[in-house]
T-cell receptor, first 114, second 110 residues
Framework: EPEVTQTPSHQVTQMGQEVILHCVPI?????FYWYRQILGQKVEFLVS????????KSEIFDDQFSVERPDGSNFTLKIRSTKLEDSAMYFC????????????FGPGTRLTVL | GQNIDQPTEMTATEGAIVQINCTYQ??????LFWYQQHAGEAPTFLSY????GLEEKGRFSSFLSRSKGYSYLLLKELQMKDSASYLC???????????FGPGTRLSVLP
C-alpha cells in the first residue's frame, strides 16, 4: 500500500539554525499539507499546497516558514531561524484530487530545538 | 473564530460500545473528519461526514448534525487495540484548511 514518507525521523538543532524537513507524498496525490503537534497538544494545521502554490496557510505559518516542491516527488518544509517553541512533531500529509476527503499522514519528524 | 471541543478522556470495557462527542463552532464548514492517533504515531483517517446523518464503516460509525454543530464517533465491539486518541477535525468552507480538536484519549480495559 502506498504511504507518505518523512525524513529524518528526528532532527535536533540549535536555536537560530535553519532546518529542512523532507516528505515524499503518495505519488498520484496532488494536495500536500504540513501539520505540527507540540507534545501533549492538538494537531495544528500549518499549510496546504496544490498546483505548485500555497492553497491556504494558518497564522502559525509566518515568514519563518516556507514550503517547496523541488521536484516531482519531494515536498519540503523549511524553518529559517528555529525557536525553542518550534520543538514539535511535524506531520506531512497528502490527498488526491478526486477524493480530498482522505488525508494520508506520514510518520512525522520530531524536531527538537535546543 | 474556530473552536472544537471534545472530552479529554474516556474509559470503556472491551466488547462494549462507546460514543465520543465533538462540538464545533467554525467560521465555515466543508466536512468533518475523525482520525485515530496511537501514542507517538501519526493520525489515521477513520471517517468523513459532510451531510447530516450517520456514516457506517464496520465497527466505526460517525454522525453529523450541521445545524447543531455536533458530531459523534461510535465504536462498537471495542478491542484493546482501540485504545488511542480520537481526533475530530473540521475543514474550512473554501480551500484546504483543517482545524483539529484537542482529541479524546480512549482507554479500553479488559
Amino acid at each position: 500500500e502506498p504511504e507518505v514518507t518523512q525524513t529524518p525521523s528526528h532532527q535536533v538543532t540549535q536555536m537560530g539554525q535553519e532546518v529542512i524537513l523532507h516528505c515524499v507524498p503518495i505519488s498520484n496525490h496532488l494536495y500536500f499539507y504540513w501539520y505540527r503537534q507540540i507534545l501533549g497538544q492538538k494537531v495544528e494545521f500549518l499549510v496546504s499546497f496544490y498546483n505548485n502554490e500555497i492553497s491556504e496557510k494558518s497564522e502559525i505559518f509566518d515568514d519563518q516558514f516556507s514550503v517547496e516542491r523541488p521536484d516531482g516527488s519531494n515536498f519540503t518544509l523549511k524553518i529559517r531561524s528555529t525557536k525553542l517553541e518550534d520543538s514539535a512533531m511535524y506531520f506531512c500529509a497528502s490527498s488526491d484530487v478526486g477524493s480530498t476527503d482522505t488525508q494520508y499522514f506520514g510518520p512525522g519528524t520530531r524536531l527538537t530545538v535546543l | 473564530g474556530q473552536n472544537i471541543d471534545q472530552p479529554t478522556e474516556m474509559t470503556a470495557t472491551e466488547g462494549a460500545i462507546v460514543q465520543i462527542n465533538c462540538t464545533y463552532q467554525t467560521s465555515g464548514f466543508n466536512g468533518l473528519f475523525w482520525y485515530q492517533q496511537h501514542a507517538g504515531e501519526a493520525p489515521t483517517f477513520l471517517s468523513y461526514n459532510v451531510l447530516d446523518g450517520l456514516e457506517e464503516k464496520g465497527r466505526f460509525s460517525s454522525f453529523l448534525s450541521r445545524s447543531k454543530g455536533y458530531s459523534y464517533l461510535l465504536l462498537k465491539e471495542l478491542q484493546m487495540k482501540d485504545s488511542a486518541s480520537y481526533l475530530c477535525a473540521v475543514r474550512s468552507l473554501y480551500g484546504q484548511n483543517f482545524v483539529f480538536g484537542p482529541g479524546t484519549r480512549l482507554s479500553v480495559l479488559p
